[in-house]
């Protein structure tokens, strides 16, 4: 069994004028089908089937050392962008009353939730993620380099909390429509938020 890019569940404009869909397809496209194809020839070469992505990259270890750097980028790099494109939308779709309440709990307010999340995808030096994570229910705001992801173990980047919402903020994700302006890029990508997503995988994580 060998993975496959998952069809975007909007059209590749659905997210103008925020996310412009030559960057869409470009990024959904071509980036996420080169990691896609870079982890399948490493799992060949490892000679690995039948594991879930997220096995993968929750048990690097167990991946030979000659493929685990692949793995580790590869695998990361497909499943971040699975998330990524499920968490956007046209729409914002509603918030759970049980994904509000701790929101609050954690931040105080909306506007400081964003503003923090916002620090993070912007402090984040070079490419990477910033993520909205779960840890039984509190919600706490972390980042990560390259496509290293938050269920990741420390050492690779990540910190075993559960990811229910993030920004890519590799230049590829915006540089087209934005250019150097990662600021404008991550304020407009709260108007692409599919809420109702992100509550429905807050809830997997009570
Ligand atoms: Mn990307």
């Known amino acids: 069994m060998t993975f496959e890019v998952p069809d975007l569940p909007y059209d590749y404009s ?6 412009d869909e030559e960057t869409m397809r470009i990024h959904h496209d071509k980036h996420h089908a080169a990691y896609v194809n870079m982890l399948n020839g490493a799992l060949e070469a490892a000679g690995i089937e039948g ?3 997220k096995e993968l990259i929750t048990d690097l270890d167990s991946v030979p050392e000659a493929q685990r750097g692949a793995v580790r980028n590869h695998g990361g790099g497909h499943f971040n962008h699975s998330l990524f494109w499920e968490v956007m939308g046209p729409v914002n779709g509603e918030m759970s009353s049980e994904l509000n309440a701790a929101l609050l709990d954690a931040f105080g307010s909306l506007d400081d939730f964003k503003a923090k999340f916002q620090t993070a995808a912007m402090t984040r030096f070079g490419s990477g993620w910033a993520w909205l994570c779960s840890v039984n229910g509190k919600l ?7 496509q ?19 920004i890519d903020v590799w230049e590829h994700a915006y540089y087209l429509n934005y250019q150097n302006l990662r600021a404008d890029y ?11 997503e992100v509550s429905k995988r807050y809830s997997e994580t009570l």
Do not use: H, Q, R
């Open 51 to 53: 594991k879930t992505v």
């Open 140 to 146: 706490e705001i972390c980042s990560t380099a390259n």
């Open 148 to 166: 290293d992801n938050p269920i990741m173990g420390s050492e690779y980047g990540g910190c075993g909390k559960t990811p229910i919402l993030g």
């Open 14 to 19: 659905a997210l103008e004028p925020y996310i």
């Open 186 to 196: 991550v304020t407009a990508f709260f108007n692409v938020v599919n809420w109702a």
